[in-house]
């Protein structure tokens, strides 16, 4: 029986309200991570390119994972009868499928997401493809989704993609195109941003490429930011992780989250079962909120990592500077501008330069019922929530985003004493 992809109804933002209380009594118990949905989104995708060979195990459980398995089950089931796929509110996802679609003779449908997600460019992309030779028509504004592609045979003879904007355009052509007569040749972007994504989508070609039997997803480093945020904030206490991702030999490049945290105070233990520990040294952050020195982080390659470590060290007092982050702007939100919006409620002033995002100590008046908005970005409501520890109540609207990439999140803050609030 075919199944149909039903799009889920989607919360208008502002959205509802999360109020979160701190219990500083509570003795802290282990958390578990979610799986990389990134991993997963260049998994599904290299499954498919190779033959559907490989069993794919530990897949999130998250929305932006979610609408890329079903869109690939369609694509799989009945790929001339279905006219319509929806990729809901993944980026990625959106970015990858397209690219992959413009590469399948046969291929005739529109492909759509959600109105946040349409306003997210597209276009880089979209003028590689066409200059491989796709068919892709789009049906409001050049440069956008919604898109008709009608795919076909493509050639990667004299293409190239600017890495600038986003690194899964290099991404997705570097995967789709063993489809092509001629592969797409991946030259180094010295202007390219997140390019360990690209490094990752380059190792996961070669695994699949052996077409092995199966091919087990790592924990997320991006989700753990949260929680080497809370040991920022929380010193001198054990944060127990059930499954901690590797360091050595991971496919992420946020594994970095380990050594920049580490550089602030908040040490990493990995044990021999796989699970971890992370402990914040109460007098290293000590020292470093009294050095009233700024704290300098090239942030190019671990964007993902900003919301976490921005709010965090606002929270613990430590001045800090980040560059190499104006793509930030053409997230799930302007983050620049979401997390200089939202620190000023709870009395932190943030400076949001073309490509930079510091605090210099500078602090603003603040009132305890001040609500923050999640600005429909699951990385904004994490970083915020996490703010509880030294806040000890928090108000969130739109924190239903979480679900984007860790629907479990709230539940895991639960067993830091972080509670939400009925």
């Known amino acids: 029986m075919r199944r149909h992809y039903l799009r889920r109804q989607r919360t208008a933002e502002p959205g509802a309200l999360a109020c979160l209380s701190f219990d500083a009594d509570r003795q802290p118990e282990p958390v578990r991570l979610p799986t990389s949905k990134s991993i997963a989104a260049r998994a599904l995708i ?15 459980d998250c929305d932006d994972t979610r609408e890329l398995a079903e869109a690939m089950h369609m694509l799989r089931e009945d790929m001339a009868g279905c006219r319509s796929y929806d990729l809901g509110t993944g980026g990625t996802s959106l970015r990858f499928f397209l690219a992959l679609a413009a590469s399948l003779p046969g291929f005739d449908a529109r492909i759509d997401c959600s109105d946040a997600l ?28 919604p898109l008709h592609v009608k795919g076909r045979v493509l050639d990667g003879s004299g293409v ?53 039997s199966k091919f087990v997803i790592e924990p997320d480093w991006s989700a753990l930011s949260y929680f080497y945020e809370y040991a920022l904030l929380r010193p001198d206490m054990d944060v127990e992780v059930e499954n901690m991702p590797p360091v050595e030999g991971s496919l992420q490049g946020d594994s970095a989250c380990a050594a920049i945290f580490g550089g602030l105070g908040v040490e990493t233990r990995i044990n021999p079962d796989g699970s971890g520990v992370l402990r914040g040294n109460k007098e290293m952050i000590e020292r470093l909120r009294d050095a009233k020195e700024t704290v300098s982080l090239d942030m190019k390659d ?35 501008s979401a997390l ?66 860790f629907p479990t999140f709230f539940a895991q803050l639960a067993q830091l004493g972080i509670y939400r609030r009925k």
């Not at 195109?177 to 380059?202: C, I, K």
Request: glycine share 8%; with cysteine; hydrophobic share 40%.
């Open 302 to 336: 671990v964007p993902d990592l900003v919301p976490a470590l921005a709010v965090g060290l606002c929270c613990a007092g430590i001045r800090f500077r980040m560059t190499g982050i104006g793509h930030l702007r053409h997230k799930e939100s302007n983050r620049l």
């Open 160 to 212: 190239a993609v600017s890495g600038a904007a986003s690194s899964q355009f290099r991404s997705a052509l570097m995967m789709v195109s063993q489809l092509w007569t001629v592969p797409f040749t991946d030259a180094e972007d010295a202007h390219g941003v997140s390019l360990p994504y690209v490094s990752m989508t380059r190792r996961m070609v070669e695994i699949f490429r052996e077409r092995p």
């Open 46 to 60: 290299l499954a498919y390119v190779n033959g559907n060979a490989t069993e794919l195990r530990g897949l999130p």
């Open 340 to 405: 200089s919006e939202e620190m000023s409620k709870a009395g932190y002033r943030l400076e949001a330069g073309e490509d930079s995002l510091s605090w210099e100590g500078a602090r603003l008046p603040s009132g305890e019922d001040e609500t923050h908005f999640a600005h429909r970005d699951h990385r904004i409501a994490m970083a915020l929530a996490v703010t509880a520890v030294t806040r000890r109540h928090v108000s969130i609207r739109g924190a239903e985003a979480v679900t984007k990439s």
């Open 118 to 145: 349409r306003s997210r460019p597209l276009k880089p992309l979209i003028d590689s493809l066409r200059q491989a030779g796709a068919d892709i028509e789009c049906l409001r504004q050049e440069g956008y989704a």
